[in-house]
């Protein structure tokens, strides 16, 4: 765990909870709201957001927000903190019963945040490459989660999730700012369409090398590694509680252990790949069990440079 847990100061601020996707950033979020002192907004820059949730729309994947774009965002997202549900806009988009049912739900979320006072914390792996604009704009203090390469990969080949590299490559100004020394990489595999392992490795690849830099440019970013809120739940949220000012309660401590329990399942299934129950530690090296060798093999290879700066490399036996 990042030494920052040890250091950081609480403060009363919108919460943004990042990474790459697949990294836990589902778990560690709904266990930051598991007190009941903060709002879970899920996904605002997910494509598919609900317009209630945010009246701007998101054209790409990993959105990259900074000073050159922020008027199209700027405002709404201080809205959606501000937990102001756009109704309206939610209704001229249903298409459905079960449209419906979530506007419902999202609306009473927000309510209750609003009547109780709490702080909103956005759950969104998509915003890791704007990760320094929400502290800046937007006043969040940010977490960041990382996790393994090969579990990631696992997971999305499991799920069969390939990733368009033209959701990056079509933002100027993220490949500018960010992605330059990745563009030959980027515009190869855009050419050259390759298997969920490759692409996994990559974007892993890219997006934590620009994490790291996020470690020298922002210290305050608080850091976890995916392994070690596994290993011990308790004692590592109790960290992050209060790194972030928030209590962490009884009711806390249950739900993060019922969470982690040997009793949950020891895996996601496809329809479930967003549950937060899961056998924790049986989960861990999971990958090892479903990748083949060599897809370890190439997983290492592409991403051993940046994987140096999280894990030690006995972390691939």
Same mark, same amino acid.
């Given at each position: 765990m990042n030494e920052n847990l040890a250091t950081a100061q609480p403060a009363k601020a919108p919460i943004l909870v990042t990474g790459a996707y697949r990294t836990g950033t589902t778990w560690v979020?709904?266990?930051?709201?598991?007190?009941?002192?903060?709002? @879970?907004?899920?996904?605002p820059l997910n494509v598919h957001h609900r317009p209630g949730v945010l009246r701007a729309p998101v054209k790409y994947w990993y959105a990259y927000l900074c000073a050159q774009n922020e008027t199209d @965002?700027?405002?709404? %997202?201080?809205?959606?903190?501000?937990?102001? @549900?756009?109704?309206?806009a939610d209704m001229k988009s249903l298409r459905s019963a079960r449209d419906a049912l979530r506007m419902g739900r999202h609306w009473s979320i927000f309510l209750r945040g609003r009547l109780l006072s709490q702080r909103s914390l956005l759950k969104d792996p998509f915003a890791v490459f704007s990760?320094?604009?929400?502290? +800046?704009?937007?006043?969040?203090?940010?977490?960041?989660?990382? +996790?393994?390469?090969?579990?990631?990969? !696992? !997971?999305?080949?499991?799920?069969?999730?390939?990733?368009?590299f033209n959701n990056l490559l079509n933002q100027p100004l993220l490949m500018q700012d960010w992605l330059e020394p990745f563009r030959v990489e980027i515009e190869r595999i855009v050419r050259e369409p390759a298997d969920i392992i490759e692409q996994g490795s990559l974007l892993w690849?890219?997006?934590?090398?620009?994490?790291?830099? @996020? +470690?020298?440019q922002s210290p305050e970013f608080l850091l976890v590694r995916h392994e070690d809120l596994s290993m011990d739940q308790v004692q590592g949220f109790e960290a992050l509680y209060g790194c972030l000012g928030l209590k962490f309660t009884r009711r806390a401590q249950k739900i993060i252990r019922e969470s982690s329990s040997s009793e949950n399942p020891k895996e996601q299934s496809g329809r479930s790949f967003n549950s937060v129950?899961?056998? !924790? %530690?049986?989960?861990?090296?999971s990958w090892k069990r479903h990748l083949a060798a060599d897809d370890i093999r190439r997983i290492r290879r592409i991403t051993e440079e940046v994987f140096a700066f999280y894990y030690p490399d006995q972390d691939w036996d």
């Open positions: 979020g709904k266990m930051l709201a598991a007190s009941g002192q903060t709002t @879970y907004i899920h996904e @965002y700027l405002p709404a %997202l201080q809205e959606t903190i501000q937990l102001r @549900y756009h109704t309206l990760a320094p604009w929400f502290a +800046r704009r937007l006043g969040c203090q940010v977490v960041i989660t990382v +996790r393994h390469p090969a579990a990631i990969v !696992s !997971s999305l080949k499991r799920l069969n999730w390939p990733f368009d690849k890219i997006v934590y090398q620009v994490v790291a830099e @996020y +470690r020298q129950r899961l056998d !924790s %530690l049986a989960n861990l090296d």
